[in-house]
């Protein structure tokens, strides 16, 4: 059974870097990677999405290995406006599509 | 331009109701998904639709169901209510079908008493 795994939760400093890691088995061969940043009572919002090995934009990174079986989310230099849930966002089969989310990682950043 | 809405953003059912929840995507976006989310199973896949045609579903019981319009605004209705439907439920638009980056709405929060 295809199956997305994140840590459940994180811990930072103010000003470092958080890696959020996402592991996922049978993904898409043809389709991306996504992850989402969540606030309390809002909806996913989009921070970057990408196929494979590095993308980078404005807000993160996003680092995907060859075999596409994981996928790192790098946020540089955080600030206490990050704490929120993060989650990746992949599509499992290549036979009709199956958005799955990954159980999301709580991050936290204390001053 | 504006972004997904969803209406109405707060609901209180009954166990044996139907309920539906609407949700308009964003402007020249022809894609809608929907999502179940709660704390227990977090977020789930329901269906996608494009060009007013299911394209993909996720598993979740006949209960559920959805369609969407000309004008690519979408709906989706639960029938006969449980307990366990009690969730927020997301609407993301995007331009195409499948894959492409998927934007939001706050979501409509229901609850099943």
């Known amino acids: 059974l295809a199956k997305t795994t994140q840590p459940i939760s994180m811990d930072s400093y103010e000003g470092q870097e958080v890696n959020i890691t996402c592991s996922h088995n049978n993904i898409a061969t043809n389709d991306y990677i996504t992850w989402y940043q969540q606030f309390p009572s809002q909806g996913p919002r989009f921070i970057i999405q990408g196929y494979k090995t590095k993308v980078t934009n404005e807000v993160a990174s996003l680092f995907i290995p060859a075999d596409r079986k994981s996928s790192t989310l790098s946020l540089p230099r955080v600030s206490l406006s990050d704490t929120a849930v993060y989650y990746c966002?992949?599509?499992?089969?290549?036979?009709?599509?199956?958005?799955?989310f990954g159980p999301g990682t709580r991050l936290s950043v204390l001053p | 331009k504006a972004g997904v809405t969803q209406t109405p953003r707060y609901l209180i059912k009954t166990r044996g109701q139907q309920v539906t929840l609407s949700c308009s995507p964003i402007s020249g976006h022809r894609s809608v998904s929907w999502y179940q989310q709660t704390p227990g199973q977090g977020l789930q896949f329901l269906f996608e639709y494009f060009s007013e045609t299911q394209r993909n579903k996720g598993n979740f019981p006949g209960r559920f169901s959805g369609r969407q319009f000309s004008n690519s605004r979408s709906e989706m209705n639960v029938s006969t209510l449980e307990l366990g439907d009690s969730a927020l439920y997301l609407c993301?638009?995007?331009?195409?079908?499948?894959?492409?980056?998927?934007?939001f709405g706050p979501g409509t929060r229901l609850l099943v008493l």
């Open positions: 993301a638009s995007s331009p195409d079908v499948g894959g492409e980056t998927q934007y």
């Open positions: 966002l992949v599509v499992l089969g290549n036979y009709g599509q199956n958005f799955v």
